[in-house]
């Protein structure tokens, strides 16, 4: 964003686009819950993803953002937000919940110049085996019970090169978003990671090329974002 920094209003723009070409997207299949996830560090998919809910959350009263990266929380950061408790705490009291929007663990954060509030679960409390809670039934269920309550749930993962802990996320979205850093060179993994995703399922929408030279739009050191279908279903 370095390049475009000073202008806020572009940022609203790309993502109010992404927003847009998402919603186009769903002409035959709904596109309701939707994660994020990167071949390695650093990629922007945080910074992609809150930017990214609060636009859905200007469109849509019950927007649902979910710090996933257990391993390397980092929206409560990004948001100035609390990380006390979150989406761990509130997986081990699903069974007895009945509304999850109304459960303390989830907080509600007025968008700037009161357009509108979006609904936010950080990860809370620190678990030893993220894999295994989000791949767990509780995770599913918690994301049955959010898709009866919310209009669009955002669910900000780890990198899956990394660690596998987004492959069971993604394959129970509606549609994953993979971001790519144009800072990296890493065409080989990129490849793996996304045809690692789709063959466990995941239906990738598309890649957001994060970090790109917004003047020359080539690979360079300014910042900005930009989208594309290379990874489509087929
Ligand atoms: N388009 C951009 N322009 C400038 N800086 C950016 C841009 N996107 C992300 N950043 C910065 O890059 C860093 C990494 O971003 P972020 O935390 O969103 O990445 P991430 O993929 O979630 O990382 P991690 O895998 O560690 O969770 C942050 O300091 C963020 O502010
Ligand atoms: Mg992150």
């Known amino acids: 964003m370095a390049g475009k920094k000073s202008n806020q209003f572009d940022v609203k723009e790309i993502f109010r686009n992404l927003r847009t070409n998402i919603e186009f997207m769903q002409m035959d299949d709904e596109i309701k819950v939707i994660n994020l996830t990167s071949t390695t560090k650093n990629e922007g998919k945080s910074t992609i993803s809150v930017n990214l809910a609060k636009m859905y959350a200007v469109k849509y ?3 649902l953002l979910v710090d996933c990266d257990l391993r390397n929380p980092s929206i409560h950061r990004i948001l100035g937000i609390t990380n006390a408790s979150g989406l761990t705490n ?18 509600h954060i007025e968008l700037d110049e009161g357009v509108g509030i979006l609904s936010v ?23 049955e019970m959010a898709k009866a309550e919310y209009d669009y749930i955002l669910m900000d993962c780890s990198p899956v090169g990394i660690v596998a802990d987004a492959v069971p996320v993604s394959s129970i979205c509606d549609g994953t978003l993979f971001v790519i850093s144009s800072e990296e060179n890493q065409k080989k993994s990129i490849k793996m990671c996304a045809d ?39």
């Not at 090329?209 to 300014?222: H, I, M, R």
């Open 61 to 63: 009263p019950k927007t």
């Open 90 to 107: 509130l997986l081990t009291q699903i069974k007895d919940i009945k509304k999850i929007d109304e459960m303390s663990m989830v907080q």
């Open 121 to 143: 679960l950080t990860t809370g409390s620190s678990v030893p085996n993220p894999a295994e809670v989000l791949a767990s039934k509780r995770f599913r269920k918690f994301l």
């Open 196 to 234: 690692g995703l789709k063959r466990n399922g995941a239906n990738i929408l598309g890649i957001v090329l994060n970090k790109v030279d917004s003047k020359t739009k080539k690979y360079g050191y300014g910042y900005g974002y930009g989208y594309g279908y290379g990874y489509g279903k087929d």
